[in-house]
């Protein structure tokens, strides 16, 4: 058990790195505090599994620090680090039982065959395993298989964090969701720090507490689920979580007003600092945007209504930009003109795809 | 899945049965026919029912006896020969390099002795082993040691037994690299997290998943040196007296040298019913690992 802290950590996988481009891992500084239920969320090749794979030892950072707690551990090989991590597809020791492929890591660090023995009862029963516990490892289903490394991972007691590396992609969907609950209630219930890699945002705001978003190397967020969903710091984060993603607007400020094409907005707060160069970008979710009927709000043309089952998204265009938008139950729109209301609290603004804070305008104060 | 009936398939093996029942049913027939008649020349056979076979298992015969002890020879080449080379072809290939240039250096090496006719090895080491001109056996004549491979028999059977060895090793080698190649690196680095050691890294992923090449590395090698003939007849001889006279060099005296046909066809009905017995066992023991746990399963 401990916090993990990563200190100007950045990896390149070719041998003499220039360019940013020729890192995996571009700087991160993080802390994971002891116990928390993190999940690290970002699209394939964006380098969560070579940040699992370095804090757990199995890659050697080309730059930075890991701590544990305060024990620099960067030079530690894995096999010193006492943490315990689960691989994307299932590896089991085929010639060995299920029994004996829980017990591994516990006979391999010596620890006594009654305690070993009691502690893959428990994880075998957590786990729903106790039916083929005396049965040979190789040829049960993908899913059993994964559950026994799962297992593996789980059997230590004592580990600085347990890592998952999407443990769950080969899992039939059904069974996904239980463990998924079976693992919250091990953190609960051990208070092991868990990082739990995926690219599925339902999968990480269900299990963690707190998420960390990684896009292209680079970590460009860390936040609780409703954090990530109201207040994105970044277009990336935006875009990626939620279903639709934020609407990203490219847009013109003038004080306290942005105007789309010619469509002018008035924003709660006002940016005066943005220089000429940067990229401006306006971001509402869909959720924060509703469709109203033609001459209630800003003018649009209605493309299509998709119904997304807890909801309906309307596909519409304002100045020629697409966006979508939520249909309030009730309304009914004749044919393509309507109007949207854009709730003004949630209405960011992103210079360069960062989310630039603005100040309060006297008038709005209040 | 659904099988698919096309009789067209026929075709394509029919040539294949035609081929075998042409290269090896008809005079595999031959030698049935000779093994069971007796002939004074001039190609004037009669029927001798089983009584070359009852000679040839029979060790108070001179024929039994001269059987029985060239298939014990055999028998203890291919035991030493397996001995040495399935162990040393499983740590050549677990020390091969895993990627990097190196590799394609490496295969390339180990696959030259590979290519060298079996005669040309038994010529090299002819030379390369004698006392007077040999390199090898020159150096090990003035490091102190006796070693004459032509008059003592033992150091002809080091001489065979390293020459075997250097011949076909990486064959083993090969195999199991190729075994080694299939496994995941996910494996690897569960058995670092798991805290494994080198040791059980071994035996409990890189073993296990090279039992199948392993036994077809058993069953080639111990096909090939239980009818080794090549090479120890340019090398040896046979000899000095009978000491590397195997059962092939034995076959090929009896049937080419005395022209005993009855002899040599029984003989060799023999030798290929052990080969085939022995293999069917070395099969069984091997894959009753996999046999066993299915029926645990069921
Ligand atoms: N062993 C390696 N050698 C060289 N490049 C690598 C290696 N492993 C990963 N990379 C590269 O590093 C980048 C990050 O890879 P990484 O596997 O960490 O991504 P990931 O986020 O885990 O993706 P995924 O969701 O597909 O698992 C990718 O561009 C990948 O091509
Ligand atoms: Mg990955």
């Given at each position: ?8 950590l950045?990896?390149a ?13 571009k700087?991160?500084?993080h802390v994971?505090?002891q ?16 940040l699992l ?10 730059r ?48 006594p065959?009654?305690?070993t023995?009691?502690r ?17 490892a ?16 789980l059997?230590?007691p ?17 069974l ?10 091990i ?32 970590v460009?967020?860390t ?5 990530l969903?109201e207040r994105?710091t970044?277009t ?8 639709p ?13 942005a105007f789309?094409g010619n469509?002018m ?5 006002a ?22 009927p033609k001459?209630?709000?800003?003018p649009?043309q ?12 309307a ?21 393509n ?9 949630h ?20 | ?16 049965f035609a081929?075998?029942?042409f ?5 595999l ?6 093994s069971?008649?007796d ?12 009584g070359w ?13 001269q059987f029985?002890?060239s ?7 291919s035991?030493?020969i ?8 499983i ?21 030259l002795?590979?290519?060298i006719?079996w ?39 080091v ?13 083993v080698?090969l195999?199991?690299?190729?075994g ?6 996910a494996?690897?680095q ?5 805290g494994?050691s ?14 199948r090449v392993?036994?077809?590395a ?22 000095p007296?009978n ?7 034995d ?17 060799s ?12 066992v070395?099969?069984t ?14």
């Amino acid at each position: 058990m401990a916090r993990i802290t990563l200190d100007h950590l950045a990896h390149a996988y070719k041998a003499n790195p220039r360019t940013a481009e020729d890192y995996a891992l571009k700087e991160i500084n993080h802390v994971w505090s002891q116990g928390g239920a993190y999940a690290l969320l970002g699209p394939s090749g964006c380098g969560k599994t070579t940040l699992l794979n370095i804090i757990s030892g199995l890659v050697r950072p080309t730059r930075g620090r890991v701590l544990f707690d305060d024990l620099d551990v960067t030079d530690l090989s894995t096999e010193a680090r006492n943490i315990a991590q689960v691989f994307q597809f299932p590896v089991v020791y085929d010639t060995m039982t299920v029994r004996e492929n829980l017990a591994f890591p516990l006979k391999n660090r010596n620890v006594p065959r009654d305690r070993t023995a009691r502690r893959v009862e428990e994880i075998a029963s957590l786990l729903d395993l106790t039916r083929v516990l005396d049965r040979k490892a190789s040829n049960l289903t993908a899913d059993m298989k994964q559950k026994i490394s799962l297992g593996r991972g789980l059997v230590r007691p004592d580990v600085a964090a347990i890592l998952f590396d999407e443990p769950l992609t080969v899992i039939d969907p059904h069974l996904k969701w239980q463990l998924r609950s079976t693992l919250k209630e091990i953190h609960r219930a051990l208070d092991i720090t868990m990082i739990y890699v995926t690219h599925d945002q339902t999968e990480a705001l269900t299990f963690a507490d707190k998420v960390v978003v990684m896009h292209d190397g680079a970590v460009v967020q860390t936040g609780t689920p409703e954090e990530l969903f109201e207040r994105p710091t970044h277009t990336f984060v935006g875009h990626f979580i939620g279903s639709p993603g934020m609407n990203i607007l490219p847009c013109r400020i003038e004080g306290a007003t942005a105007f789309i094409g010619n469509t002018m907005i008035p924003l709660r707060r006002a940016y005066r600092t943005l220089s000429d160069g940067e990229r401006i970008e306006l971001g509402i979710r869909p959720e924060f945007v509703q469709l109203q009927p033609k001459g209630t709000g800003l003018p649009v043309q209605v493309r299509r209504i998709d119904d997304i089952g807890r909801a309906r998204i309307a596909r519409v265009e304002m100045s020629g930009r697409p966006l979508a938008a939520s249909v309030p139950d009730g309304i009914s729109i004749e044919g393509n003109e309507a109007s949207l209301v854009l709730d003004p609290n949630h209405v960011h603004i992103y210079a360069n795809g960062h989310l630039v804070a603005g100040e309060a305008t006297g008038g709005h104060a209040a | 899945m659904t099988k698919t009936l096309n009789n067209k398939a026929w075709f394509f093996v029919l040539p294949v049965f035609a081929i075998v029942a042409f290269s090896a049913v008809l005079p595999l027939m031959t030698v049935v026919n000779y093994s069971v008649q007796d002939t004074f020349g001039n190609n004037q056979f009669f029927w001798n029912g089983i009584g070359w076979f009852q000679e040839l298992l029979d060790p108070s015969s001179q024929l039994g006896e001269q059987f029985l002890s060239s298939l014990m020879r055999t028998l203890l080449f291919s035991a030493i020969i397996l001995l040495i080379q399935v162990p040393l072809g499983i740590v050549v290939a677990l020390s091969m390099p895993r990627e990097g240039w190196t590799v394609a250096l490496c295969l390339v090496l180990m696959a030259l002795p590979l290519l060298i006719p079996w005669n040309v090895v038994g010529t090299i080491w002819q030379v390369f082993a004698r006392g007077d001109i040999g390199l090898l056996g020159w150096i090990v004549n003035r490091l102190g040691i006796d070693y004459n491979y032509t008059g003592d028999p033992i150091d002809a059977w080091v001489t065979i037994i390293v020459m075997d060895v250097w011949h076909w090793t990486s064959l083993v080698a090969l195999l199991c690299y190729a075994g080694l190649k299939s496994i995941p690196d996910a494996y690897y680095q569960a058995a670092r997290i798991d805290g494994a050691s080198r040791w059980a890294v071994f035996r409990t992923i890189q073993l296990p998943k090279m039992r199948r090449v392993l036994l077809i590395a058993v069953l080639l090698r111990f096909m090939d040196s239980f009818m080794i003939y090549t090479e120890p007849f340019v090398l040896t001889g046979g000899g000095p007296g009978n000491a590397t006279t195997f059962l092939s060099i034995d076959l090929v005296k009896l049937a080419l040298g005395q022209f005993d046909l009855g002899k040599a066809a029984a003989m060799s009905l023999v030798y290929n019913l052990i080969i085939l017995a022995i293999c069917w066992v070395f099969y069984t023991v091997m894959t009753n690992v996999d046999a066993e746990r299915d029926r645990v399963e069921a």
